[in-house]
């Protein structure tokens, strides 16, 4: 079985400020884990993925998030938050043999807001 | 167009009655999802399909139907619609297992009276 937990589900942070959402997942077997954002009245955008190898991750617009086994987490960052940035986020969960191809467990999402 | 799309876009019905949400998408993709969006509950899968003909049960199956005769097309009917069913509803569609990403459709919004 696996889960995601992603911690506040709203966070507010000015424009320019670091944004730091929380996602921890469990799983019996080794992990590939998304971040997806969602901006509003659309379907899900890919932000980026880890699939076992390097354990920080680079994604689209500025965005990265680092695998942290210990701490079974994989949070998402960004220095230097945008206007355009404000969006929900959704970290998801899958894993190698689980059958039915890379069936998603999804967090509840965070909305990120940005003030000016 | 290429990618995958959902129709319709909006739908309002009313309970009892049948309802069927349309997916298609256009890579040949073998795998096919459907997921509905509930606020506080983020994204749950109701079924997948690994190919043509073949489907199963995610976490919230109840009171769905999904075929899929065509690689490409993936429909979800709701037999007999109930206000519990109100909600957005996404398809999206992988290449392959693993890390493969999924890619969403701009999903259906359905609303029952």
């Known amino acids: 079985a696996q889960s995601v937990t992603q911690l506040g589900s709203h966070v507010s942070v000015s424009e320019g400020a670091l944004v730091l959402l929380r996602c921890n997942y469990s799983?019996?077997?080794?992990?590939?884990l998304f971040w997806y954002v969602q901006y509003p009245n659309q379907g899900l955008q890919l932000l980026l993925k880890y699939t076992s190898a390097a354990t920080l991750v680079k994604g689209i617009n500025g965005f990265e998030a680092e695998f942290k086994k210990s701490e079974t987490s994989f949070h998402l960052t960004k220095p230097s938050a945008h206007m355009s940035d404000a969006a929900e986020y959704f970290c998801?969960?899958?894993?190698?043999?689980?059958?039915?191809?890379?069936?998603?467990?999804f967090g509840t999402g965070t909305q990120l807001k940005v003030e000016l | 167009d290429a990618g995958i799309t959902q129709s319709p876009r909006y739908k309002i019905t009313e309970t009892g009655r049948q309802v069927t949400l349309m997916c298609h998408q256009t890579w040949s993709h073998s795998y096919m999802f459907w997921y509905r969006q509930d606020l506080g509950h983020g994204l749950r899968l109701i079924y997948y399909?690994?190919?043509?003909?073949?489907?199963d049960k995610g976490e919230v199956p109840d009171g769905y139907v999904v075929s899929r005769s065509k690689t490409e097309n993936f429909p979800l009917t709701l037999e007999s619609a109930t206000r519990s069913q109100t909600s957005v509803y996404f398809c999206?569609?992988?290449?392959?297992?693993?890390?493969?990403?999924?890619?969403f459709g701009p999903g259906t919004r359905l609303t029952v009276l």
């Open positions: 799983s019996s077997v080794p992990p590939y």
């Open positions: 999206a569609s992988s290449a392959g297992t693993g890390g493969n990403e999924q890619f």
């Open positions: 399909s690994a190919a043509a003909d073949i489907t």
């Open positions: 998801a969960v899958s894993a190698l043999n689980t059958g039915g191809g890379n069936k998603l467990t």
